[in-house]
């Protein structure tokens, strides 16, 4: 039966954070009213699942959370495909689209992010065009690649380097089309970007740089024409538009939370309205590196955000950890990592290493006496000591430092004193 009381503890989305939030209150309460809402129908699934489905390497029945068994045996109430649409914050409700206004006690804003789409050009609502973001999303590209045929990809972010990664295993002919000089433009500089770029046209993935889509047409037989401004024209069966995200928060746009930027929340996840938290894509939390509150929009930090909020929902106070950016990239074995702000530019002093091999790259990025960011290719092997250097434990001595840029391949002896 629905819970009418204020008692409530009401749960926006049912993604990574929404999940993570849910567990946590019935870690420390077994019985408080919870209900989630999920502005998609079915069963909740993990978007990060999603081009290992396009890619053959699971089945659709993997990219289920483990939670679709447990809602009611959970004593959760589940609501799927009817998104919030509404927030009266002075009366505690929020409203759905189906027209039902749930009241709540405590409120968890868990709606992640939605993606990009460029304005203004045609052709875009063309069957075989879309994002890679929903379940719906890898549906139709499975169904329409299912035969061969080629794929362009628009974007050169990580969504885009998934999608591009998945279709290329899968034995796909892939375009990336890339607006920037390099792709992954926010967490690679050019060393460690023209690494990966070389190691994905070993898989098939033709990176189109520089350039950007200025004309989509549909020919005879439903493939895809696709103009770049320079003139370059390519047919493909299916384009995957992947041109960044923006926080989820349009249903919020009347309500003193609104913010473009995301949802600024403390250190309990708490937002500036006590009883209403904020976790995942759309949270502004405090960066660990430059202390500015910003939204990493990572797996990771949903399911930790979504369960502090959890707990401190339920009365457990809980405070977060400081976060810290960290990005893996993996091409089948071979990969970069970044951590950190390694593309920081202020008063910063930066070492770059390569192997003689060139297959192997390292920059490291120093201020202030603290290591801020790191960009790792090829040898990853000591990876793991890099996010607690980079929170400064064990702190980066003098002869630390003079230890890790003696030796940058691997930096473990530095740290453990060997
Ligand atoms: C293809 C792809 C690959 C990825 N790979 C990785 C990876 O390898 N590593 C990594 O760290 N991250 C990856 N990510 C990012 C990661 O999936 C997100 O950071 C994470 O899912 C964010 O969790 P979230 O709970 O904030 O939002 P989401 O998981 O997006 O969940 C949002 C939920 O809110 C619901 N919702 C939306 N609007 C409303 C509304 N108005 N009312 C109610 N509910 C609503 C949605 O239906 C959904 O249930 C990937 C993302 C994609 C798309």
Redesign the pocket.
Known sequence: MRPEKKERMLI?????????AADAIRSVNPDSPVTI????KGL?Y???A??YYISGKIPVKGIFTGMRRDFSGRKIEYIPG????GLDTHRQKVL?RSGLALEYGKLLV?????PEYPDMLAGLDAPGIC????LKDALQIKRRIEHGGAIAVWGAG??AF??AKALAMHGRKVYLICRANRILRRVLDEGAAGLMEHALSEKGVVCLKDTNVEHIGVLKGGKKHIVLDGGRELAVDVLIVALGTRP?T??LHETPLAGKKGLEVDEYLGTRIPGIYA?????LVRDCVTGERIAH???????RE?RGAGLNMAGDRHQCDLSLLM??IDLGGYGAVSVGHPLLANNTEVYQFADKAGKAYRRLVFQDRRLIGAIIVGRCTDTGFFPALIRGVPELTQARKQKILRFPWNIAPALLGL
């Open positions: 926006l989305g049912a993604g990574a954070a929404g999940l993570s809402v999920s502005g998609e909740p993990a978007r990060m999603l081009p009817d998104p919030a649409v759905l868990a709606t992640g992010s939605v994002n890679l973001w929903t990580f969504v998934m999608a989820n349009g249903f976790a995942g894509d759309l949270a929009a990572l797996w990771s930090a949903a399911v979504g990005n893996v």
